[in-house]
């Protein structure tokens, strides 16, 4: 999968976690990075049970995918730090396109036609069934 479809994906996971917390089923806040943290170790945790369990992959892939949102949620609320400084920048380069190839802009939006796709497709909020059996607050 290319890291734009994954970056969709994330950004999928992230409108669902906000749509959670503005629908009132979660307590609207701006987590402390010790919180976020936790809620990071939850959440893996239960994806290795998952995988550890024999339940395969995709479990264990939508685990995953919920600690990448958490972590991206927690860079948003408290910066992100680029692995070239020490300091908080909002000069890091563009990742959206894989290593090495140019990225293609739409000409009406000015974004990449393949990531506006991806995302337009991937954000919709999906509600899993293992989520409502074991849910711990965002």
Known sequence: MKRGKIFGVIVGERHYQDAQQKN???EEKVHTVGEELLLMKVYLD????KYANNFGDAPALHGIRKVAALAVRCMENHGALPREE???SNDAPDVSEEPGEEKKEDTESGKDPEEKASVEILA???KEKEEEEDEVPL
């Not at 239960?46 to 049970?49: D, F, P, R, S």
């Open 24 to 26: 009132g089923r979660f």
């Open 46 to 49: 239960k994806a290795i049970a």
């Open 86 to 88: 020490l300091e908080i």
């Open 124 to 126: 919709a909020p999906q």
